[in-house]
């Protein structure tokens, strides 16, 4: 009688266990809604102006990059725990002038945008994400001192 309860609470642990997984699943495959892919530059300057009041991060990335996608994981984590900041990827396009116009002379970069202006810039790669956050964090704490607190993309919170 002992072995079968041990067994059913190890399969109920188990099920609950799967679950949570399952939930978690359909989290990371959600849209997230305050992530805007852009191609154009007319685009961009339209999404800063439309945003002018709140806070926009930019990363401009390559297809073919493998720091790029090694990156990816971690915007998409921070776009998704912070819905109150809007964020733009941007891939590169050999014909587009985007890049040239906002002086993105590398892949993964992120800048930072604020009233239409920007306010930093940084590396992207997975190496200097978490500095990236905490610039970020510090930007929209310094500008708006009673919003909620910013999440990181890292399982410890900023």
Known sequence: AVESTLTSISSVSKTNSSN???????????????LITIESL???TDCIHRNREKVVVARFFASWC???KQSEPYFFRFARKNPNIV???IPFSPNNKLFEEVHVKAVPYGHVYHSEELVKEMS??????SDFEKTVKNYYLSISPSSPTLSSSTSTSL
């Open 87 to 89: 964020f733009i990827n």
């Open 66 to 68: 493998k720091t790029c």
């Open 42 to 44: 007319e685009d961009f």
């Open 124 to 129: 992207l790669t997975p190496k200097h994400f």
């Open 20 to 34: 949570s997984r399952k939930s978690k699943r359909v989290l990371k495959s959600s849209p997230i809604q305050n």
